[in-house]
Nanobody
């Protein structure tokens, strides 16, 4: 059993910053790629940023230059630093990871999400 738990969401004014964290725990041998997604009301879930185990990153055009994804492999923790937040960044943010368990089985695990609300 593997659990991913997001934290750090909340209410912030436009132009402000938040730092999200996603801690993975359970039967984990290693974690390959990890990512942050978001879903606003009435919209589909979309990729915000992803990062490989080696640290290569990818960002949605809408967040490039404002968000920074990082990870601590020793702590099985993923981060998302969000700066210059805009009202349109408001959404539930989810993390996921490609988990490899001690039996060398691989699967994708998702967190339950954390709400980010940006006010004017």
């Amino acid at each position: 059993q593997v659990h991913l738990v997001e934290s750090g969401g909340g209410l912030v004014q436009a132009g402000g910053s938040l730092r999200l964290a996603c801690a993975a725990s359970g039967r984990i041998f290693s974690i390959d790629a990890m990512g942050w997604y978001r879903q606003a009301p009435g919209k589909q879930r979309e990729l915000v940023a992803s990062i490989t185990k080696g640290g290569s990153t990818n960002y949605a055009d809408s967040v490039k230059g404002r968000f920074t994804i990082s990870r601590d492999n020793a702590k099985n923790t993923l981060y998302l630093q969000m700066d210059s937040l805009k009202i349109e960044d408001s959404a539930v943010y989810y993390c996921n990871g490609l988990i490899i368990d001690p039996n060398e089985r691989s699967f994708i695990s998702w967190g339950r999400g954390t709400q980010v609300t940006v006010s004017s």
